[in-house]
Protein backbone atom coordinates (compact mmCIF):
# COMPACT_ATOMS: atom_id res chain seq x y z
CA UNK A 1 0.00 0.00 0.00
CA UNK A 2 2.80 2.61 -0.98
CA UNK A 3 -0.26 5.57 -1.62
CA UNK A 4 -2.00 4.64 1.41
CA UNK A 5 -4.31 7.67 2.10
CA UNK A 6 -2.76 9.89 -0.56
CA UNK A 7 -5.05 11.82 -2.96
CA UNK A 8 -3.96 11.57 -6.59
CA UNK A 9 -5.61 13.21 -9.27
CA UNK A 10 -4.94 11.92 -13.13
CA UNK A 11 -5.64 13.56 -15.86
CA UNK A 12 -6.04 11.22 -19.33
CA UNK A 13 -7.53 8.66 -16.69
CA UNK A 14 -10.08 6.94 -18.98
CA UNK A 15 -8.11 5.07 -20.75
CA UNK A 16 -4.70 3.72 -21.84
CA UNK A 17 -1.68 4.70 -19.16
CA UNK A 18 -4.08 7.17 -17.48
CA UNK A 19 -6.64 3.86 -16.75
CA UNK A 20 -3.91 1.74 -15.42
CA UNK A 21 -2.71 4.10 -13.02
CA UNK A 22 -5.72 4.70 -12.03
CA UNK A 23 -6.53 1.00 -11.16
CA UNK A 24 -2.49 0.74 -9.86
CA UNK A 25 -3.14 3.33 -7.38
CA UNK A 26 -6.36 2.78 -5.99
CA UNK A 27 -5.00 -0.64 -5.43
CA UNK A 28 -1.88 0.74 -3.80
CA UNK A 29 -4.06 2.86 -1.59
CA UNK A 30 -4.73 5.68 -3.05
CA UNK A 31 -8.17 8.23 -3.23
CA UNK A 32 -8.29 8.72 -6.99
CA UNK A 33 -9.53 11.47 -8.96
CA UNK A 34 -9.92 10.62 -12.65
CA UNK A 35 -9.97 13.66 -15.00
CA UNK A 36 -11.34 12.19 -18.48
CA UNK A 37 -12.54 14.53 -21.43
CA UNK A 38 -15.04 11.16 -22.60
CA UNK A 39 -17.33 10.28 -19.84
CA UNK A 40 -17.82 6.77 -21.62
CA UNK A 41 -14.79 5.76 -20.85
CA UNK A 42 -14.55 7.44 -16.88
CA UNK A 43 -17.95 5.44 -16.35
CA UNK A 44 -15.72 2.26 -17.02
CA UNK A 45 -12.56 3.57 -14.88
CA UNK A 46 -14.92 4.38 -11.74
CA UNK A 47 -16.44 0.62 -12.34
CA UNK A 48 -12.97 -1.27 -12.24
CA UNK A 49 -12.06 1.04 -8.98
CA UNK A 50 -14.83 0.44 -6.81
CA UNK A 51 -14.44 -3.09 -7.84
CA UNK A 52 -10.77 -2.66 -5.92
CA UNK A 53 -12.70 -1.32 -3.52
CA UNK A 54 -10.78 2.31 -3.97
CA UNK A 55 -12.64 5.76 -3.24
CA UNK A 56 -12.62 7.86 -6.82
CA UNK A 57 -13.93 11.10 -8.03
CA UNK A 58 -14.59 10.95 -11.66
CA UNK A 59 -14.48 14.26 -13.34
CA UNK A 60 -15.44 15.15 -17.00
CA UNK A 61 -13.17 18.43 -17.88
CA UNK A 62 -11.09 19.47 -20.45
CA UNK A 63 -7.52 20.49 -18.98
CA UNK A 64 -6.39 22.48 -21.88
CA UNK A 65 -9.39 24.98 -20.15
CA UNK A 66 -8.66 26.80 -17.05
CA UNK A 67 -12.48 27.08 -16.00
CA UNK A 68 -12.41 22.97 -16.05
CA UNK A 69 -9.36 23.01 -14.22
CA UNK A 70 -10.43 25.06 -11.50
CA UNK A 71 -13.36 23.30 -11.37
CA UNK A 72 -11.50 19.59 -11.02
CA UNK A 73 -9.37 21.24 -8.32
CA UNK A 74 -11.99 22.56 -6.22
CA UNK A 75 -14.09 18.95 -6.64
CA UNK A 76 -11.19 17.25 -5.82
CA UNK A 77 -10.34 19.12 -2.64
CA UNK A 78 -13.73 19.68 -1.73
CA UNK A 79 -14.08 15.66 -1.86
CA UNK A 80 -10.83 14.84 -0.19
CA UNK A 81 -9.75 18.06 1.71
CA UNK A 82 -6.09 17.80 -0.06
CA UNK A 83 -4.04 16.58 -3.13
CA UNK A 84 -0.57 14.79 -2.88
CA UNK A 85 -0.16 14.00 -6.27
CA UNK A 86 -0.90 15.32 -9.66
CA UNK A 87 -0.43 13.24 -12.28
CA UNK A 88 -0.17 15.31 -15.72
CA UNK A 89 -0.75 12.49 -18.61
CA UNK A 90 -3.48 13.92 -21.04
CA UNK A 91 -2.63 14.42 -24.42
CA UNK A 92 -3.30 13.87 -27.85
CA UNK A 93 -0.78 12.52 -30.73
CA UNK A 94 -1.05 14.34 -33.98
CA UNK A 95 0.29 13.34 -37.31
CA UNK A 96 2.09 15.41 -39.95
CA UNK A 97 5.36 17.39 -40.95
CA UNK A 98 5.28 20.94 -40.18
CA UNK A 99 4.15 21.98 -43.76
CA UNK A 100 1.30 19.68 -43.16
CA UNK A 101 0.18 20.70 -39.80
CA UNK A 102 -2.54 23.51 -39.56
CA UNK A 103 -2.58 26.13 -37.40
CA UNK A 104 -4.96 25.47 -35.32
CA UNK A 105 -4.02 21.30 -35.05
CA UNK A 106 -0.86 23.05 -33.23
CA UNK A 107 -2.70 24.99 -31.16
CA UNK A 108 -4.82 22.35 -30.24
CA UNK A 109 -1.30 20.47 -29.51
CA UNK A 110 0.23 22.60 -26.91
CA UNK A 111 -3.07 23.78 -25.22
CA UNK A 112 -3.84 19.55 -24.49
CA UNK A 113 0.07 18.14 -24.26
CA UNK A 114 1.84 21.41 -22.47
CA UNK A 115 -0.75 23.97 -21.62
CA UNK A 116 -2.61 21.85 -19.16
CA UNK A 117 0.05 20.87 -17.43
CA UNK A 118 0.52 24.60 -16.98
CA UNK A 119 -2.90 25.18 -15.97
CA UNK A 120 -3.38 22.05 -13.57
CA UNK A 121 0.26 22.70 -12.11
CA UNK A 122 -0.81 26.45 -11.30
CA UNK A 123 -3.72 25.24 -9.39
CA UNK A 124 -2.26 22.41 -7.63
CA UNK A 125 1.13 24.02 -6.21
CA UNK A 126 -0.49 26.37 -4.05
CA UNK A 127 -1.98 23.34 -2.46
CA UNK A 128 1.07 21.52 -1.99
CA UNK A 129 2.85 23.84 -0.54
CA UNK A 130 0.03 25.02 1.79
CA UNK A 131 0.48 21.46 3.27
CA UNK A 132 4.25 21.47 3.21
CA UNK A 133 5.00 19.34 -0.14
CA UNK A 134 3.64 17.21 -2.83
CA UNK A 135 4.54 15.26 -6.69
CA UNK A 136 3.89 16.03 -10.08
CA UNK A 137 4.50 13.60 -12.56
CA UNK A 138 4.52 14.48 -16.54
CA UNK A 139 4.10 12.45 -19.09
CA UNK A 140 6.55 13.40 -21.71
CA UNK A 141 7.24 10.33 -24.36
CA UNK A 142 10.38 9.35 -26.28
CA UNK A 143 10.33 11.14 -28.82
CA UNK A 144 11.31 14.60 -26.99
CA UNK A 145 14.42 12.52 -27.03
CA UNK A 146 14.46 10.88 -30.40
CA UNK A 147 13.08 11.95 -33.50
CA UNK A 148 10.77 10.11 -35.69
CA UNK A 149 8.81 11.25 -38.82
CA UNK A 150 5.64 12.96 -39.02
CA UNK A 151 5.19 14.37 -35.43
CA UNK A 152 6.25 17.72 -35.42
CA UNK A 153 4.00 19.08 -33.22
CA UNK A 154 3.82 16.42 -31.33
CA UNK A 155 7.36 16.16 -30.58
CA UNK A 156 7.50 19.49 -29.40
CA UNK A 157 4.53 19.79 -27.49
CA UNK A 158 6.63 16.51 -25.45
CA UNK A 159 10.08 18.59 -25.49
CA UNK A 160 8.34 21.19 -24.35
CA UNK A 161 7.17 19.61 -21.34
CA UNK A 162 10.89 17.79 -20.47
CA UNK A 163 11.73 21.48 -20.06
CA UNK A 164 9.08 22.32 -18.09
CA UNK A 165 9.38 19.33 -15.63
CA UNK A 166 13.09 20.49 -15.02
CA UNK A 167 12.25 23.97 -14.77
CA UNK A 168 9.32 23.07 -11.86
CA UNK A 169 11.81 20.61 -10.05
CA UNK A 170 14.48 23.16 -9.66
CA UNK A 171 12.11 25.79 -9.04
CA UNK A 172 10.30 23.90 -6.05
CA UNK A 173 12.93 21.52 -4.59
CA UNK A 174 13.00 23.65 -1.22
CA UNK A 175 9.77 23.36 -1.10
CA UNK A 176 9.30 19.87 -0.74
CA UNK A 177 7.60 19.20 -4.28
CA UNK A 178 9.09 16.70 -6.06
CA UNK A 179 8.71 16.82 -10.31
CA UNK A 180 9.29 14.31 -12.78
CA UNK A 181 8.48 13.30 -16.29
CA UNK A 182 7.93 10.26 -17.78
CA UNK A 183 9.06 9.32 -21.30
CA UNK A 184 7.16 6.00 -23.02
CA UNK A 185 8.03 4.74 -26.27
CA UNK A 186 5.25 3.12 -28.03
CA UNK A 187 2.76 1.40 -25.90
CA UNK A 188 -0.22 -0.45 -27.02
CA UNK A 189 -3.19 1.91 -25.79
CA UNK A 190 -6.96 2.35 -27.18
CA UNK A 191 -5.11 5.64 -28.00
CA UNK A 192 -2.40 3.62 -30.91
CA UNK A 193 -5.25 1.57 -32.04
CA UNK A 194 -7.30 4.29 -33.44
CA UNK A 195 -4.26 5.88 -35.10
CA UNK A 196 -2.97 2.43 -37.08
CA UNK A 197 -6.48 2.45 -37.77
CA UNK A 198 -6.15 5.57 -39.91
CA UNK A 199 -3.36 3.78 -41.80
CA UNK A 200 -4.06 2.53 -45.51
CA UNK A 201 -2.70 -0.70 -44.20
CA UNK A 202 -3.25 -0.36 -39.95
CA UNK A 203 -1.52 -4.48 -39.52
CA UNK A 204 1.81 -3.29 -41.48
CA UNK A 205 1.74 0.04 -39.68
CA UNK A 206 1.26 -1.74 -36.66
CA UNK A 207 4.50 -4.37 -37.40
CA UNK A 208 6.68 -1.05 -38.56
CA UNK A 209 5.95 0.00 -34.82
CA UNK A 210 7.18 -2.75 -33.47
CA UNK A 211 10.23 -3.08 -35.78
CA UNK A 212 11.56 0.51 -34.38
CA UNK A 213 11.17 -1.13 -30.45
CA UNK A 214 14.32 -2.79 -30.38
CA UNK A 215 13.06 -5.17 -27.39
CA UNK A 216 10.90 -6.42 -30.55
CA UNK A 217 7.15 -5.91 -29.14
CA UNK A 218 5.41 -2.31 -27.85
CA UNK A 219 5.23 -1.79 -24.00
CA UNK A 220 2.05 -2.04 -22.35
CA UNK A 221 -0.12 0.49 -20.05
CA UNK A 222 0.89 -1.58 -17.05
CA UNK A 223 4.42 -1.52 -17.01
CA UNK A 224 4.22 2.29 -17.55
CA UNK A 225 1.79 2.99 -14.42
CA UNK A 226 4.13 0.96 -12.41
CA UNK A 227 7.27 3.02 -13.09
CA UNK A 228 4.79 6.12 -12.32
CA UNK A 229 3.36 4.90 -9.37
CA UNK A 230 7.43 4.30 -8.18
CA UNK A 231 8.00 8.41 -8.84
CA UNK A 232 5.28 9.46 -7.27
CA UNK A 233 5.55 7.43 -4.41
CA UNK A 234 7.65 7.99 -1.13
CA UNK A 235 10.42 5.38 -2.73
CA UNK A 236 11.60 8.14 -4.89
CA UNK A 237 11.76 10.27 -2.53
CA UNK A 238 15.22 11.40 -3.60
CA UNK A 239 14.32 11.67 -7.00
CA UNK A 240 13.30 14.99 -8.47
CA UNK A 241 13.63 16.57 -12.00
CA UNK A 242 14.45 13.24 -13.46
CA UNK A 243 13.42 11.84 -17.04
CA UNK A 244 12.54 8.63 -16.75
CA UNK A 245 12.35 6.40 -20.00
CA UNK A 246 10.14 3.07 -20.48
CA UNK A 247 10.77 2.47 -24.08
CA UNK A 248 12.13 -0.49 -24.74
CA UNK A 249 15.49 0.63 -26.00
CA UNK A 250 14.54 2.86 -28.25
CA UNK A 251 16.03 5.59 -26.84
CA UNK A 252 19.81 4.02 -26.49
Not at 85 to 104: D, M, Q, R, S, Y
Not at 128 to 155: E, M, P, Q
Amino acid sequence: MQLRDKVAVITGAGAGIGRACCLLFAAEGAKVVAVDLEPATLSSVVEDVRRIGGPILAIQADVSRAADVERVVSAASERFATIHILFNNAGIVPHGKVHETTEGDWDRTMAVNVKSMYLMSHAVVPIFLKHGGGVILNTSSATALRSVVDRAAYSASKGAVLALTKSMAIDYVRDGIRVNCICPGTIDTPSLHQRLAAFADPEEARKQFVARQPMGRLGTAEEVAKAALFLVSDDAGFVTGSTFSIDGGFTV
